[in-house]
């Protein structure tokens, strides 16, 4: 499907640009007509004669990054942007343009790292005039602010009701697995069709909660398996609150005031974004938060689903198990490597953990 | 507060160095001073015992320092200089990780930490150190608790998720350089961020001190660090002579002073003293290895717990490491630094240092390494506990072989924790890897007779 959009794009006569995890600015390539498709891994294991290039105990992200581009798996792109999100995605955007593997423009979003502050907010604001330049160099033509204006609502309007999905998750009759595909589809279409598949999905939010079993909140760093979503349906539960990199922790919690320079406000956006380990800041602040959407949402566990290897991820763990050890929350733990589907094992663990829950629920 | 600040500078002034004395002492009077060549290797170096003495008088004033001055837990690739006029004691865990690993007491520590449910796969240090916090045991009797923990961001992103973790633990405030990654060279609103970001930490330490910087005090600080980083140049490339009169394992350990040190008179004239020691020892044809025939690059951290093994395995077969990207790493951006202008010049050191730059820049290094020390063979240390200097390494083996004609081998381990190191495996690849050298028809060991090496 993302091959047949880009397609799509393309005849159209957009540039694409395929995307790295977690955090860029996607209103900047919206107001600038290019398309971003973003790349988590693909699932699987890595292929081709980028496969062996980085070791193994890297996460499987980069290493399947690394062999899908390779491959030749994002030709019909013109250039691949790598967020600064972790060592090893920013060590793979010197690998796979400098030593081979990507042979067309690579981009690069830095983003600061640690607390917001006048330094940080002002080396936003240049990483985004940088990153504009490096996008007309590649479109043939320059920013316009009325453009960047425009996209900005549209991800505002976007973002608002991709929120609503997620907070008001219970009152949505969609199974997960629907739920997911819908808002990972906004990895790789169009703003404005994702836009309007997401309105059609909020007209089904009733004021009445349709959503029955056992309500749990998920943390980690991308759903995949998708198969997961699946096996958590199957033992009776579904997903009341996200904390995934590529989905809930990219929604605003607020949206800032748009009435001053575009890319200010652009700027700014970047700081009103769900406390993410990949962007540093107060692990205090991000336990905080957790333990607030886990009690907002009503869920009746949490979930922890990390990439091997994932080091942002993985430092949070022990704070999280503490965090949520204090408010009596059960946890459970699963690690995977980018999997197309879960283990046996894995689903054991699920359904075992579930009936814990369940039981501590006091239902039969 | 006075007590305890009286303690501390009895400590540093007195206790310290009469200890030092009196081990010096009993050490000439049990006979046990280096001179003479053991095994596969050269003559110890006289130096290496003030570089215990400096090690252990930092580590035992760290005992009574906090309370007495404010302590700072710093990364090694923080611009420490800042802290230096503001009189922090200065903690690097990451030494204090090596210390461990070399002691052997990392899977103790790296068990306590994975008990709190931090994962194996992290970095060893991080472990190390969070099961140090986590038990209170250390190899240097104890750490003191940190007023400020400063992380810069240049070696890895790593530091920052591990301090955060510290900063939730000890509930103090963690000062961050982030550092962005450099493709070339460093685009002007990065040297920006970074310089404003060196303004912000000079105000936060200083509310930590309870007083200002003394900017005098600084430029001599920022001064004495970029003479440090000559001088431990200055020791490194002793090791162009043949033979190398140190190994590379050898110049791992005396890498600690322009580390933890860094900006103060005492590692200046430890670095001296070495370079003099080094000099000398050129002058007069004695090696760090008894036999050296065969000259290798070391690339990535030391494997702390094995050097000793690795080492020797080496030596005898006349094989020496002269030179490394780890310490040349040290000797490289500190001349960036220029008194007169402390955070600017900082902003463009800090953002320039290897581990921060891309892959053809470290590759250039390597080659140029190669190059000015005659080394035809490279160990590249893939290391489990370090994505950041590991990834990339299987490429730049290939390039180094191809471009260069220095053959090498990859060594998987971890640089603190033995639960990842195969003996049998590694050893294997080392033999094969030493077979290369043994043709007859290249003895300079190019891979390629058609090229000359130096």
Known sequence: MRNATISARKRLGYKTVVVLPVHYPRELFTAMDVHTVELWGPPGPPRGPGAGRIQPYACAIVRNALAFLASGGADAADAVLF?????????????????????????????????????????????????????????????????????????????????????????????????????????????????????????????????????????????????????????????????????????????????????????????????????????????????????????????????????????????????????????????????????????????AFLELVDSGRGTP | MITRRVRYEIVSRAVGPMLMAMERWGSRLGGRRGGAAKGPFGPPLESTRKLKELTTLHYLSGRCADGAVPVAWVTSGFPVEVLRPLGFHTVYPENHGAICSVKRMVPELSEAAEREGYSRDLCGYARADLGSVATGKTPVGRLPRPDLLCCCTNICQTVLYWYRALAAHFRVPLAIIDTPFVYGEAQPHLLTYVADQLRELTRAAERVAGRKVDRAALAETMRLAREGTRLWDECLRAGIARPSPWTGFDSFFHLAPIVAMRGTRECNAYYRMLRDELNDRVARGVGGIADERVRLLWDNLPIWFNLRDLSTVLAANGFNIVCATYTNAWAEAGSMIDPADPEGSAARAYLHVLLNRDLPYKLSIMKRLCREYGATGAIFHSDRSCKPYSIGQIDLKGRLASEEGVKGVLLEADHADPRAWSEAQAYNRLHAFMELFEDADDPAGTGNPDIPRG
Not at chain 1, 267 to 296: H, I, N, S
């Open chain 1, 83 to 351: 967020p600064h999100t972790c060592d090893s995605i920013q060590g793979l955007a010197t690998l796979a343009p400098d030593f081979g593997g990507w042979g067309k423009p690579a981009l690069r979003y830095l983003h600061p790292k640690g607390e917001d502050g006048p330094a940080a907010r002002a080396f936003v604001r240049a990483e985004l005039e940088h990153l504009a330049g490096d996008l007309a160099r590649l479109t043939g033509r320059s920013l316009e602010t009325a453009r960047l204006s425009e996209a900005i609502d549209l991800h505002a309007r976007i973002d608002r009701l991709r929120g609503e999905l997620l907070s008001r998750r219970a009152f949505l009759d969609m199974t997960d697995l629907e739920l997911y595909r819908l808002l990972r589809r906004g990895e790789f279409l169009e703003p404005g069709d994702h836009l309007a598949e997401l309105a059609v999905a909020a007209r089904g939010l009733g004021g009445e909660r349709v959503r029955r079993g056992v309500p749990l909140m998920v943390t980690g760093y991308v759903p995949e398996p998708m198969t997961l979503l699946d096996s958590l349906a199957s033992a009776g539960a579904f997903i009341a609150a996200d904390d995934y990199a590529a989905v809930g922790r990219r929604v605003p919690l607020s949206l800032p005031a748009g009435d001053g320079d575009p890319l200010d406000t652009l700027a700014a956006k970047a700081f009103t974004m769900p406390p993410c380990p990949t962007r540093g800041g107060d692990q205090d602040v991000r336990m905080a938060y957790l333990e607030a959407l886990y009690r907002r949402s009503g869920a009746a566990g949490i979930v922890v689903h990390v990439q091997k290897f994932c080091e942002p991820e993985l430092f949070d763990v022990p704070a999280i198990r503490t965090r949520f050890a204090r408010i009596g929350a059960p946890l459970l733990y699963l690690e995977g490597e980018l999997e197309t589907s879960l283990s046996g094992q894995l689903i054991t663990r699920l359904e």
